[in-house]
């Protein structure tokens, strides 16, 4: 390392860009870059790895006796986030994320998640002999008796003061706030909502949204709020709420000038709002067995297709007009979904909201890694650019977790996570799973072979 630092500065000093020839522990060589910025595509760029480190980037770097991957042709992204996602079989789902390029997962609760069990889950994305993501996390769930997730997911495992904390009165409210806080958590996860299903029970009232941010805000804590509708939008807003975990739901008029003050006092707080489009998609799939056939998707999930009974079907149908009337639309189709919202996500993203992929994988028809990928096709099909869909789910990922100085983007000084990729995705982000190597600090990853 000394002699890697004196060479560096030798080369600095006397201005040369002569070919570098160090030992790094891998080089990847004359790869195409999109570096996770939002910047263009940068052609014939070379990586130093060192210690599961980004070292050098320069034109020409050559390995004097490491490892090297010739990236002629290939291009290289930085490695994904899903920034929502529920998992009670993580020793499962870890090396499935892993397999298509999601290095790091935001956990924001669910029924097993426990203090002990997320320390779990944070050792297992530590290690590095089984494939597993970086595991980053909300507080368990703050919420009401009766509401939503309990409500939604009846089966789980729902244990007051250990997997949920239900909020009963607001003097509580500082007790609980100082217990999370010991925890390394990225924020207190904030359900208003009551659920996406009928019957439909009152709203957390908003003195409990006022305290929580506030008493959250003494232990410098920002709080992660699940909204699904413009009233508890308005309620979040109001309630000085930094984050939101979830976008369906909300509708944005550009046209409504009360709701554009209401953004425009919201933006100002430099907030990061996930965008989960998958959460429809995932409602509409029992109706397209064709999305099964895709090529890229794991034989195990191809095999949800298989659960596609009719009365799962007909379920399906019902909660999907449900979900038309409130959307305000007369048809089922992708297109009809997800176009209104990728506008608004648009519109966001132009008033400075820091827009970032999550998917809500954890429920039915939503599987882990592979429908990040899909969240990003949903976002190209309403119009988003796909380097700008690439940084939301690298650098912008990466900032919502407070962990821009070490992941998000190909930088110098950066952890080397990377997807190496066989084809464009800037031309298709399709092309996002065209995945020649994974790569998690600065090592090939082992994908799932079938
Ligand atoms: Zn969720």
Same mark, same amino acid.
């Given at each position: 390392m000394k002699q890697f630092i004196i060479l560096t500065l030798i080369a600095f000093l006397t201005g040369c860009s002569y070919q570098k020839s160090e030992q790094y522990?891998?080089?990847?060589?004359?790869?195409?870059?999109?570096?996770?910025?939002?910047?263009?595509?940068?052609?014939?760029?070379?990586?130093?790895?060192?210690?599961?480190?980004?070292?050098?980037?320069?034109?020409?770097?050559s390995n004097s006796n490491g490892k090297s991957i010739d990236g002629t042709g290939k291009f290289l992204i930085p490695g994904l986030f899903d920034c929502h996602v529920h998992t009670g079989y993580f020793e499962r789902d870890f090396p499935r994320f892993i397999h298509y390029g999601v290095t790091s997962v935001f956990v924001t609760g669910g029924g097993l998640c426990t203090n002990d069990f997320y320390a779990s889950m944070r050792k297992q994305g530590n290690q590095d002999s089984i494939p597993a993501?970086?595991?980053?996390?909300?507080?368990q769930?703050?919420?009401?008796?009766?509401?939503?997730?309990?409500?939604?997911?009846?089966?789980? @495992?729902?244990?007051?003061?250990? &997997?949920?904390?239900?909020? #009963?009165?607001? /003097?509580?409210?500082?007790?609980?706030?100082?217990?999370?806080?010991?925890y390394p958590i990225v924020g207190i996860k904030l359900t208003i909502e009551d659920g996406p299903a009928p019957p439909f029970v009152e709203r957390m009232p908003q003195l409990f949204i006022d305290k929580t941010v506030k008493e959250a805000s003494k232990y410098g804590l920002e709080v992660f709020a699940h909204v699904s509708d413009n009233i508890e939008l308005e309620m979040a807003i109001n309630g000085g709420v930094q984050n939101l975990v979830h976008f369906t739901g909300v509708n944005i008029d550009p046209h409504d000038s009360i709701q554009i003050r209401l953004?425009?006092?919201?933006?100002?707080? @430099?907030?990061?709002?996930?965008? &989960?489009?998958?959460?429809? #998609?995932?409602? /509409?799939?029992?109706?397209?067995?064709?999305?099964?056939?895709?090529?890229?998707?794991?034989?195990?999930?191809?095999?949800?297709?298989?659960?596609?009974?009719?009365e799962l079907i007909d379920r399906a149908k019902i909660y999907i007009r449900i979900l038309m009337d409130e959307y305000g639309i007369d048809e089922n189709s992708i297109e009809a979904f997800m176009l209104p919202q990728v506008e608004d996500i648009k519109f966001l993203s132009d008033m400075g909201f820091n827009m970032v992929l999550g998917t809500d994988t954890g429920n039915d028809f939503n599987f882990p890694g592979y429908s990040l990928h899909e969240e990003m096709q949903l976002l190209e099909l309403g119009g988003m650019e796909p380097v700008e869909i690439i940084k939301m789910g690298t650098l912008n990922a990466a900032e919502m977790m407070n962990a821009q100085d070490s992941l998000g983007s190909v930088?110098?000084?950066?952890?080397?996570?990377f997807v190496l990729l066989d084809k464009d995705p800037l031309e298709n982000i399709g092309n996002t799973l065209s995945i020649n190597s994974v790569i998690k600090r600065g090592v090939i990853q082992e994908r799932i072979d079938e």
């Open positions: 522990d891998l080089v990847i060589s004359n790869v195409n870059l999109i570096d996770g910025t939002g910047k263009p595509l940068q052609t014939g760029v070379s990586i130093g790895i060192t210690e599961g480190k980004i070292v050098a980037i320069d034109s020409i770097i993501p970086f595991v980053y996390h909300t507080s769930h703050f919420t009401m008796e009766g509401r939503h997730p309990a409500k939604t997911y009846r089966g789980s @495992n729902w244990r007051d003061g250990e &997997t949920i904390f239900y909020l #009963k009165d607001t /003097l509580q409210i500082e007790n609980l706030v100082q217990k999370v806080s010991q953004l425009q006092k919201f933006v100002k707080r @430099n907030p990061y709002w996930v965008t &989960t489009l998958m959460i429809d #998609k995932s409602f /509409l799939y029992p109706l397209h067995p064709e999305w099964f056939e895709s090529k890229s998707m794991l034989g195990v999930y191809k095999e949800a297709v298989n659960e596609l009974t009719p930088e110098v000084g950066k952890i080397a996570n």
